[in-house]
């Protein structure tokens, strides 16, 4: 039985690989192991799957929202939500309060960054990658931060600062980096 559905899956492969009229060498480098070909290909099964996951969620309510922002502030589908301001005393608080030295309304603008920065480090600023990115905004090398400040290993505002300008100036806006976020996994 199982040798049947092997040489089935096989056929069927065959016959689309046929009719797609690739080359041999297309044929032989999606078959090898470990090639580019078969690297794409499991990354677009686990799109497929994710993507039949999604469809089989219910709705169970509607969160509820102050306000959506011009979904152009943030990229296709990355609408910034208006956000009354975290409490003080926080991290989330002194980048509120900074967000706006930067260009950047944080009525609109931070709760895309709570969204990036939540999943990069939590907001911790001792936060630590196996990688060497540190803080929280995860920089890479953490070292970078030293720019901001010399007390970059310690002080979040320090981490803060430095994190609002790299993403200034790579993204233009915290919601522009969350939209690449979510499309990478990083930033």
């Not at 040489?7 to 046929?18: D, K, S």
């Not at 690297?39 to 969160?63: F, K, N, S």
């Not at 300008?165 to 976020?181: D, E």
């Amino acid at each position: 039985m199982a040798v049947t559905a092997i040489i089935v899956v096989t056929l069927a492969g065959y016959m689309v690989l046929r009719a797609m009229r690739p080359g041999a060498g297309a044929v032989l480098a999606a078959v090898l192991p470990g090639s580019r070909a078969l690297t794409v290909l499991e990354e677009q099964r686990q799109l497929i799957v994710m993507d039949a996951a999604a469809h089989t969620m219910h709705i169970v309510g509607v969160p509820q929202v102050a306000a959506m922002a011009n979904l152009g502030t943030g990229g296709v589908g990355t609408a910034a939500v208006s956000v009354p301001p975290p409490d003080p005393g926080t991290a989330q608080s002194i980048a509120f309060n900074m967000m706006s030295s930067f260009g950047f309304d944080p009525n609109t603008q931070f709760s895309c960054l709570d969204n990036v920065w939540t999943r990069e480090s939590g907001w911790r600023w001792d936060a630590a990658n196996a990688s060497g990115a540190y803080g929280i905004p995860q920089a890479l090398p953490g070292s970078k931060m030293a720019s901001a400040g010399s007390d970059w290993q310690t002080n979040p505002a320090t981490q803060i600062r430095w994190g609002l300008g790299y993403i200034q100036s790579t993204y233009g806006t915290p919601c522009s980096a969350w939209s690449f976020w979510m499309a990478n996994g990083w930033y």
